[in-house]
């Protein structure tokens, strides 16, 4: 059966939260219960934290780790990475607050993992993603000779894993030896490139990455969006674009990021945010975030 306990064991899911919308999470523990052996939730400081407890008190297969400020996602999975390995948990697969998944999610990566792992060396099998509120599905990113994208976009009907260059960390399923050996997330990088970062370390470290489009999920990126010209850009806060253009420039110090790609990250980051001082309001604010990541960039700091 898909949610025998042979299939659960050994599988920890790690949520991260802050401030979640506390019917979307909780919708997402209980489809989880019945998928994974452990459940862990790693709340950043959300002023809803009490809630969360509440709504969860009656599942027997989640702990709940709670700070009290917000230490970035990447020191949130971390920690749930720590207690998972200290339970010797054998896979991890990761979840955002708002993920939605169907019932037989986490067993559908789990046999594609271990269906590949037979003959690669695999660090990670993801969901594609389709766009929630327009529907379309985001393209994978497969890097060529000397870190140029190539860009594939699924439609879902595809039934063959695709090889990718990195994924987004939501709703990625790994295995502990995999993280053992490639390390923990870069916890300095808050949020924003944390996922990328990782993944081009792992094919640093020989490892092959997967996308299933028979396996998909719902997600938006940004708060909203703006279409300039023929492109749509998402429009996040400025603490959050602060955040993505600093970690370009951190993304240029890795010996295992191609430079042609951290370059033209952070190329399309400040072009950016030069559209967003242009075309949005707060213009003095969004000019002070640009200056700062691009200095703190440079600074590594």
Known sequence: MKNSSCNRKGVFAIIVAYNPNLINILRLISILNHQVEKIIVVDNGSANCS??????????NIEIIAFDKNFGIAYAQNCGIDFARNAKAEYLIFFDQDSTIKEDFVFLLKNYFLKLSESSKVAVVAPIFKDEKKGFFYPLIRLRKFGLRRRITPDGSENFPIQVSFVISSGT???????NEVGNMHSDFFIDYVDIEWCLRAAHAGYSL????????????????????????????EWRRYYRIRNSFFLYHFSHVPKILALREIFVNIIHQFILIATQKNKKKQIKYLMSGILDGIRFK
């Open 51 to 60: 809630e969360l407890r509440a709504g969860c008190a009656t599942a027997e």
């Open 173 to 179: 399923f790994t295995s502990m030896a995999v993280v």
């Open 210 to 237: 997967f996308a299933v489009p028979a396996v998909s999920m719902m997600h938006s990126i940004g708060d909203r969006s703006i279409l300039f010209i023929r492109w749509r850009l998402a429009i996040h806060s």
